[in-house]
């Protein structure tokens, strides 16, 4: 079993605080209630230059205001995943009890998960250079480069511990939330910041995802019929990680507790989804919690709205779930928040988690009818109170590049 795998005297690790900025505004319950209550944040495309691509709208944050939040000596050094980055850190450390400085040292990492970086800097930079024949800004490299958002991340709560970003696509926050779990296991670190952020929702980056030809003009349908693609987003969760004994040496009460983290390579095709490489994925996170399938009681998919990926997603399940994979609720949150990718592991990750302690599974919006070819609880349209004791979260990334996480109730 896993126990025996990792060692029996490995550390249990909590969750103690967790932050969210996405199109649903910022704040991780203001997530929570629209995933619940099924309320989608995709609206009208808003940018900052004119946009002549076919897709319309997309997953923004609303009415962000980056100078309300982080210092004015800062700000000048954020692209907006870092921005958001820092606005959900914050919110994670005052939910998780601890002050700017209360967890400063060597002893606590620093790991965040970005697909790209900063893009809205890089898009800047080449439209000045191209088009308005000027320079680009002075800190612009500071400012683009992935690890940005991490060291300024470490820089304010000065941890002084490994710090580093993860650039697995889609699946980048749910392996640095990973990472993290296991860096404090073994004993490396007592405390990690882990999540993810991305600000992609500009027209370079739209215009691309169109050439893909996987992105929908009205709603995104994860696992039904008539399913034709998904809706971009944006937006960073982060969460604070310590040890079960920690917390309670302290008298704080955490969240949950991250119990499994499985992550695999298909090593085959860039952008087809694998059924091994998501199957073993499952099947390992679910050794490394020591569970069984019939231990989760909930499942927030991957579920693009794909074609390829919900079928190959359901199938997954169903190899490791067995028949059992037909009853446990399996519901996409990708039509609420957006395809946040590098974050999305992040936001479905505070959406499990608060599904778990409410138990309630949120649904899957703008199902229209069953597919077939998908033969899972779905959970459509509605949101459903269910006994959960155990909830699973997974990201299956471009590359082949998988992660797939494992939350229960804190003993």
Not at 58 to 86: K, R
Request: aromatic letters at 6%; proline letters at 6%; charged letters at 20%.
């Amino acid at each position: 079993m896993a126990a025996s795998r990792r060692g029996e005297a490995a550390r249990r690790v909590v969750v103690s605080g967790m932050g969210v900025v996405c199109a649903s505004g910022v704040g991780a319950r203001k997530l929570w209630e629209a995933a619940r209550d099924g309320v989608a944040q995709i609206r009208e495309l808003k940018t900052e230059r004119p946009y002549d691509g076919r897709i319309k709208i997309a997953g923004q944050v609303p009415d962000f205001d980056p100078a309300a939040y982080i210092e004015a000596n800062v700000l000048p050094f954020c692209d907006p995943f870092t921005q958001f980055a820092v606005v959900a850190a914050d919110e994670a450390m005052a939910q998780a009890g601890f002050g700017r400085k209360d967890i400063a040292g060597p002893r606590t990492a620093v790991i965040m998960g970005s697909g790209i970086g900063g893009m809205t800097t890089i898009e800047d930079g080449i439209y000045k250079y191209y088009v308005e024949h000027t320079r680009p800004e002075t800190l612009s490299v500071p400012k683009l480069i992935p690890s940005a958002m991490p060291t300024t991340l470490s820089a304010r709560f000065s941890a002084l511990g490994p710090t580093f970003a993860v650039g697995s696509a889609c699946s980048s926050a749910s392996q640095s939330v990973g990472l993290g779990l296991q860096m404090i296991r073994s004993g490396m670190v007592d405390k990690a910041i882990v999540g993810g952020a991305e600000a992609c929702v500009i027209n370079a980056t739209i215009r691309a995802w169109e050439g893909l030809r996987v992105m929908t003009p009205n709603f995104c349908r994860p696992f039904s019929m008539g399913r034709n693609g998904m809706s971009l987003g944006e937006g960073a969760a982060v969460f604070v990680l310590e040890t079960a004994e920690s917390a309670r040496a302290r008298g704080h009460e955490p969240l949950c507790e991250l119990a499994g983290y499985g992550t695999t390579s298909d090593a085959k095709d860039p952008v087809r989804p694998d059924l091994d490489g998501a199957a073993n994925c499952i099947a390992q996170a679910l050794e490394d919690a020591g569970l069984t399938p019939r231990d989760i009681h909930y499942v927030n998919a991957h579920g693009t709205a794909t074609h390829a990926n919900d079928i190959t997603e359901s199938e997954a399940i169903l190899r490791v779930f067995g028949d059992y994979g037909r009853e446990v609720p399996v519901s996409s949150t990708k039509p609420i928040h957006g395809h946040a990718l590098g974050a999305s592991g992040g936001l479905e990750l505070a959406i499990t988690i608060q599904a778990l302690r409410e138990q309630i599974a949120p649904p899957t919006i703008n199902f229209l009818e069953f597919d077939p070819r998908c033969p899972i609880d779905a959970v459509p349209n509605v949101a459903r109170p269910h006994k959960i004791d155990a909830a699973m979260s997974n990201s299956f990334a471009f590359g082949g590049i998988n992660a797939v996480l494992i939350v229960r109730h804190a003993a």
